[in-house]
């Protein structure tokens, strides 16, 4: 007898992992299969954060820390925001978490009161839908297209906003788009939510670093809308450091301290090496960080690449990312085709017929060995996720393999 919670149906599993699951599964009996997938740099943790933290071991930091985060960690954050984003979070309005998720998590429970509106663009990170559900919000999507670089307009958002919106919820840089907002155009989103001050907006800030464009740009530097701005980041993707676990918020004093009483009820304190290993990454200035500076200039050569093998793909409708590592191409193109008689895909299950994103990726990971995301999982079934967070070789040899078996529809 199955007695869950009624929150659960609602929920749904984070698509992206559903798929690195399914091609490690995959792997596991035999099968050539190259993950493009995952979110994660195909990087190591720089040296001198991971000696940090062997020290910090053997300085036996190894006992229950604050539970926002200890207070050296808190003032390199607090440093962090300004040097590299010209913002001013005190330490005490910093909460930091086990990983960018929990901040999300823990913002959207410490704001959203059900059958409140979060005002979500589309193409979304995965788990922003989910979250909204579990507080028993209710999310408003607003469509983007590659048309307009998967931005929306100030007009796009005005018309979504209610007298029962709360939250805005984006990324820039974007997953899984790559695009980013340029100062002028988060400006214009800003004078927007400034006629709302019950609004609040959540900026996911946890690809700045790898930023093609320049300089990276927050939401949270206008004076006139920093009271109503919560930026969100963590150490994950810009330092190669997934596995570490640290996400942090920079927010109006009010709504830090909401989150940190959140957190000493779910988890308390994140892992005491591994905020000390997090001291260390944020004192290293990624303008000059030969580790950064070298893993942004890998992802740009792959990005180069990839494109031009996308263009060569029939079907494929693509735009080239400013951001991150991803690309989110239009594949809509080829819903409707039939795939080959001989599909391990068709036989699996039993179907013949392209007809959405959630079919192409399982053909080409069953047919062509290759693991990709299907854009309904972000809110855009037009499209596909892949990530080129790996190596030349299985680049080239993942696309290769796609190609066929795209050539293989009919």
Sequence with gaps: MEILANRLSTMSESETLAMTRIARELKAIGKDVISLSIGEPDFNTPEEVKDFAKQSIDENWTHYPPVPGYPELLKAISHKFKRDNNLDYAPEQIVVSTGAKQSIFQLVMALVNPGEEVVIPTPFWVSYKDIVKIAQGVPVYVKATIENDFKITPQQLRAAITHNTKLIMFSSPSNPSGMLYSKEELKALAEVVKDFPQIVIMADEIYEHINFKGRHESIAQFDFIKEQVVTVNGVAKGF????????????????????????????????????????????????????????????????????????????????????????????????GKNVPQDSLFASKYQKTTISG????????????????????????????????????????EAFKRIKNAILALK
């Design 240 to 335: 190669a450091m997934t596995g570490w676990r640290i996400g942090f918020i920079g927010a109006p004093l009010y709504l830090a301290k909401a989150c940190g009483k959140l957190q000493g009820q779910v988890t308390s304190a994140t892992c005491s090496i591994a905020q000390r290993a997090a001291i260390k990454a944020m004192e290293i200035d990624p303008q000059t960080s030969k580790d950064i500076i070298s893993m942004r200039d890998t992802f740009r050569n792959r990005r180069d690449m990839v494109y031009q093998l996308l263009l060569d793909i029939p079907g494929f409708k693509v735009r080239m990312p400013e951001g991150a590592f991803y690309f989110f191409p239009d594949v809509s193109d080829l819903y």
């Design 357 to 396: 994103s959630d079919d192409l990726c399982m053909y080409l990971l069953y047919d062509a060995n290759v693991a990709l995301v299907q854009g309904i999982a972000f809110g855009d079934d037009n499209c596909i996720r892949l990530s080129y967070a790996t190596s030349d070789t299985q680049l080239k």
